[in-house]
């Protein structure tokens, strides 16, 4: 018996189940489900999580039919966190809930057996891991798949944001960034994103190339494989040029917006002053706003 599972949005549901219905099948509700359909060689279950399993003697024609023209006989794609059957490609992205350093959008493209590979080596969600392991794996997946990473420095950072005045609108445009400029190195039909904002806002941003593939939207992607490459890749680029920054500064910029990163922000003001301020850190950030006006509340 075949089996192949996918997770998508469940919103999706009312449309597979319009198309079902062209099929040669009859359709219950049981616990857990918004539908199941069943025909004499298949049976397609549409989850209320948005997880949907076709199990049966022959399910090739209906995979290829319904989600993957590149799907391949009795090939399965396990429930241990894929979110779709590969080669596909992941895309994450690192800082941008750090006050000092880049924003910094990795894409990594895997086959299935390169990213079978990567997971048994320690592949995972980067954080999760700390800093040595995420330079160690960063190598490995550099060794082992098509990549793109994208640093967006704190001067151009600022300017963006200014100009797209909304942090998702500016992720957007950076993994649209890295999406297209992966699809000008190897050919693919399936993109795997953390869910940031609304589907349209990245939606619209894709360029020509992005437009064309199926680009999943998923809350804690980086389950996936992909995704959790390109975090590690996006991760690793992040710590290398964060601490880089602290070298080429001579102070310590430490990670997150906490306490300690508010304390070393005002050392770095006593040694360069707030206008050097923005060459390193997030402008938009309500830290910002504190050490320009001490007078407001952080909190």
Known sequence: ???????????????????????????????????????????FTFYQSGKVLIQGKDIDNIVKKFFDNNYKSKETVSDDGEIAPYPHIGIDESGKGDFFGPLVIAGCFLTKENADKLKALGAMDSKKLDD???????????????????????????ELYSRFKNLNRLLAWGHSTVLENLLNKTECNIAISDKFADESVIKNALKDKGKTIKLYQQTKAESDTAVACASILARCEFVKRI????????????????????????????????????????THFKTYELLKNPQISLF
């Not at 079902?20 to 025909?39: H, R, W």
Request: hydrophobic residues 35%.
């Open 1 to 43: 018996m075949g089996t192949y599972s996918i997770k998508i949005d469940s919103s999706l549901a009312p449309h597979y189940k319009n198309l079902l219905e062209k099929e040669d099948c009859t359709f219950s509700i049981p616990q857990y489900t918004i539908f199941c359909a069943k025909s004499k060689l298949w049976q």
């Open 132 to 158: 040595k392991k995420i330079l160690l794996l960063s190598e490995e997946i550099k060794s082992n798949s098509i990549f793109d990473i994208v640093v967006i420095g704190n001067k151009k950072y600022n």
């Open 243 to 282: 601490s880089k920054l602290s070298q080429n500064y001579e102070i310590s910029l430490p990670k997150g917006a906490n306490d300690k990163v508010l304390s070393q922000a005002r050392k770095f003001i006593e040694k360069y002053g707030i206008e050097e301020l923005s060459n390193v850190s997030k």
